[in-house]
């Protein structure tokens, strides 16, 4: 089963910066894809950004491309989310999710993802 955990969030004034972690574990196998989510109260969760262990490749959503910054310590398990230039729009909670596979970011937001895990509070407010 694979569990993954999110962290790094809180209160930031607009125009700054805050760097999430999502720490995965139980993958069964070789490759996976990882992505991030924001969810705003009564609103339906939103897609941020992905990345596939097996290439690298990236994708990120229209609303945040140039402001955020996916990468990942494959070694570990673990992927971050780099967030410049926030504004209160950003305010959210965040959750990682993850597709344990051979798949791609494409594939894994369009059926959807398997695992979540517990998300992490980000309010953009001066």
């Known amino acids: 089963e694979v569990q993954l955990q999110a962290s790094g969030g809180g209160l930031v004034q607009p125009g700054g910066s805050l760097r999430l972690s999502c720490h995965a574990s139980?993958?069964?196998?070789?490759?996976?894809?990882i992505g991030w989510f924001r969810q705003v109260p009564g609103k339906e969760r939103h897609w941020v950004s992905c990345?596939?262990?097996?290439?690298?490749?990236?994708l990120y959503s229209e609303d945040i491309e140039g402001r955020f910054t996916v990468s990942a310590v494959f070694s570990e398990n673990t992927v971050y989310l780099r967030m410049n230039n926030l504004k209160p729009e950003d305010t959210g909670v965040y959750y990682c999710?993850?597709?344990?596979?051979?798949?791609?970011?494409?594939?894994?937001?369009?059926?959807?993802?398997?695992?979540w895990g517990k998300g992490t509070q980000v309010t953009v407010s001066s």
């Open positions: 999710a993850a597709v344990d596979g051979d798949t791609t970011c494409n594939m894994a937001l369009y059926y959807g993802m398997r695992s």
């Open positions: 139980g993958f069964e196998f070789d490759e996976f894809v």
């Open positions: 990345i596939e262990k097996a290439d690298g490749r990236t």
